[in-house]
């Protein structure tokens, strides 16, 4: 006699799930690996859905509510679609020093949002980083994934309006 | 691989090396890369094509970030086989290749060159450093050919894991991330513990504003951590190691996965490594932006896939830790020592440093500083020297103010404290901690009530919610702080503030809530006149005398209270 284990089915056709089903079966379904399982579904998907929580939950074993504990714990992972572009400006100590700040209201003048927004037409997400470890050429920003840094004002809005 | 066989790589390697005349490093270390460093190692490698005689290669941090992006060129004597004389650009760009490649054979560009003689390089004295900037980071052949993993194989094939302990002992490092406890006690007490499943994990997850170090050492020289870790599992008696990561750092995590594969396949990790009975291998785990779990508790069950709340010790991990089982969790800097002190014993570490500090220690100069970038000094090293000397003051003729150290952990310490030396008790003992190497230097522009309100927002979101005087205590101290800043206060708010402090730094579960108030506190203590002024019942508050009468006496409060 064989033991199987009923696997959930994914909640859509979407060939994405193949990863999310790679990396749990990576990890040997193992509860432990519950960060691991939500960082590739938002590497794939972008955020974390009631779709994908309930899916990653009734795969591992675990709670729905532990899921959704964990999701929302931790800074890093959305809950909420973001826009097409994303920009990190960071705020750590020595960013602020150098005035993270004015970087911050200069967005908001120009595009309108704040930390943690998206614009409405949802192309840009301002996000904001606790220190991106880039000190030494503050203030700096990440957009798409790039960092940026010695910026002024100007320039990020400039270096955003490039990729928008 | 015998003792022998890594000789035999390490020399071959070396042997390849001097092949080439002329060694051009790019800084691809995170602050350069942003600087466009990709394009110009892209430029470099154009210009030279396939002349054999010069080799090029993207590198870790130079340190000097501010100058980047750095190259360095490296080019042997024509009299002699082995001298070498080096030369550093800097501000390079992608169109500077072709000048660059062209005055190999002949003069420098004058232009582009940075002296190495300056305090910045020559005051510095480089040990977990050591490699950074200068070896290729994704290739362990270039560790191995500066003596990399030596130590571990020398341990593995003629050391007991008590005589690795005993060196590690012997050298009296301290935990690098903060705290200072001695490693040497820390692994023991693993050691004792009953044998068994025991894990080691590095802690990586450096969440200070304003740090950087780790991330350095993980971008230029990841095999001399993994290494570290070994030699941790052998002394302690653990045979898995999990390197927690913080996933705001891309570049060290594709870097350590590229060294846990490189060092697997060379038999230096995974199964019997060295052909002996030790077998120890390594899992990255991932954070997801959690200030909280840099704590080792709140670490650990992050690693177990929770939310990373802290709970109460005792127990110590050393006893039930990661899975319930013994656990050593160490530092990326400490452990990034181990390698050297095993390879040149721990009396050689000793005898830098101070009596109660010993070895060197990275920090990462930023703020309102002219070198920002990233140092590795003796301890012992008054700040002044750092700051003036080595970090070049402040820039744009503006006056300092105070330098913060810990992150939100620690303080500001003002210029009348400038010439003490750092090392962990002389820096607790002004107020502020040694934490893990942030040095933020801050000019007169800075309002330090504002300063204080950052942090305290700070650990106001980070706060994990567990225990009632962080969670609910910071949040006050942040309104207070926020009221005084806007103008709004009245003494009486500022003695709430005061009792406040005390309250949440005597009752929180774990260190972010009991070191919570450390930057208020030290702002109170040297720049109380900055939150007297704000506030709305008390005139212009006096002169710098009664001001330092009151820092006196807030300073004996402080010595009582502990």
């Not at chain 2, 290749?97 to 300056?118: F, H, K």
Request: charged share 25%.
């Amino acid at each position: 006699m064989t033991l199987t284990v009923q696997r959930p089915k994914p909640p859509s056709e979407d060939k994405r799930w193949k990863m999310i089903d790679v990396a749990m079966r990576r990890q040997g379904y193992s509860p432990h690996a519950l960060i691991e399982v939500l960082h590739a579904v938002q590497n794939a998907f972008g955020y974390l859905d009631d779709d994908s929580m309930t899916y990653v939950a009734e795969s591992l074993g675990l709670p729905l509510s532990k899921v959704y504990g964990v999701a929302t714990f931790y800074h890093l992972f959305a809950l909420k679609p973001q826009g097409e572009h994303t920009c990190v400006v960071c705020t750590g100590t020595a960013c602020y020093i150098k005035g993270a700040g004015d970087l911050v209201d200069g967005i908001k003048q120009r595009f309108g949002v704040r930390l943690g927004e998206t614009t409405e037409d949802k192309k840009l997400s301002i996000l904001s980083a606790r220190c991106i470890g880039a000190c030494s050429i503050a203030p700096a920003a990440v957009i798409d994934g790039k960092v940026h840094g010695h910026l002024s004002v100007d320039e990020l809005l400039a270096r955003i309006e490039k990729v928008v | 691989m015998h003792l022998d066989e890594l000789a035999d790589f390490a020399a071959e390697v070396r042997k390849e090396q001097q092949e080439s005349k002329h060694c051009i490093r790019v800084c691809m270390a995170a602050g350069c890369q942003s600087s466009g460093a990709a394009a110009v190692l892209d430029g470099l490698k154009g210009q030279v094509d396939d002349d054999a005689n010069v080799h090029v290669k993207g590198v870790g941090c130079m340190g000097l970030c501010a100058a980047g992006p750095l190259v360095e060129i490296e080019s042997l004597e024509a009299s002699s086989k082995t001298a070498s004389s080096k030369t550093l650009y800097q501000k390079v760009t992608a169109d500077d290749a072709e000048a660059i490649v062209d005055s190999l054979d002949a003069e420098p560009v004058e232009r582009l060159r940075c002296s190495t003689d300056i305090p910045f390089f020559a005051w510095q004295k480089k040990v977990v450093l050591e490699n950074s900037g200068i070896i290729d980071p994704e290739e362990i052949k270039e560790y191995i050919a500066a003596d990399g993993y030596l130590g571990l194989v020398t341990a593995l094939t003629e050391l007991t894991p008590a005589d690795v302990l005993r060196e590690i002992k012997a050298s009296g490092l301290r935990g690098r991330g903060g705290g200072g406890y001695l490693t040497g006690l820390k692994w023991s007490t693993v050691a004792k513990m009953p044998p068994g499943q025991k894990y080691v994990i590095c802690n990586s997850d450096e969440g200070d504003p304003g740090a950087f170090m780790d991330r350095a050492v993980l971008e230029s020289d990841p095999h001399r951590v993994l290494e570290g870790m070994v030699l941790a599992g052998y002394a302690v008696g653990a045979d898995h190691g999990f390197v927690y990561i913080r996933a705001e750092y891309p570049l060290a995590i594709e870097r350590l996965k590229k060294a846990i594969q490189q060092a697997t396949r060379q038999g230096l990790l995974g199964k019997n490594i060295c052909e002996t009975r030790l077998s120890f291998d390594i899992e990255i785990r991932l954070g997801a932006g959690a200030f909280v779990c840099g704590e080792e508790t709140a670490l650990m069950a992050s690693i177990e896939g929770s939310r990373g709340q802290p709970r109460p010790r005792p127990p110590y991990p050393a006893a039930y830790g990661l899975f319930g089982q013994p656990t050593l969790i160490n530092n990326v800097e400490t452990l990034a020592n181990v390698p050297s002190i095993i390879r040149h014993g721990g009396d050689w570490f000793a005898a830098m440093g101070t009596e109660r500090s010993k070895g060197t220690k990275v920090f990462a100069l930023a703020g309102r500083i002219q070198n920002t970038g990233l140092i590795e000094v003796p301890m012992g090293i008054t700040l002044r020297d750092i700051i003036e000397t080595i970090g070049g003051g402040v820039p744009d003729g503006k006056t300092f103010k105070a330098v913060q150290t810990g992150g939100p952990s620690g303080g500001c310490i003002p210029e009348q404290f400038l010439d003490l030396p750092v090392d962990y008790d002389t820096l607790r003992d002004v107020g502020s901690i040694m934490g893990s190497g942030g040095m933020i230097v801050m000019d007169q522009s800075s309002s330090m009530v504002e300063v204080a309100r950052y942090f305290m927002e700070f650990c106001m979101d980070e706060s994990c919610g567990k225990c009632v005087p962080c969670r609910a205590g910071t949040d006050q101290m942040y309104h207070l702080l926020d009221k005084i800043v806007k103008e709004k206060a009245t003494s009486r708010d500022l003695a709430l503030l005061e009792e406040l402090c005390d309250m949440v730094s005597a009752t929180s579960l774990c260190g972010l809530g009991q070191t919570a108030p450390n930057p208020v506190l030290s702002t109170l203590r040297y720049f109380r006149q900055e939150y007297e002024e704000k506030l709305q019942d008390l005139a212009v508050a006096g002169s710098g005398q009664a001001d330092l009468a009151r820092a006196d006496s807030s300073a004996s409060e402080t010595e009582e209270t502990k």
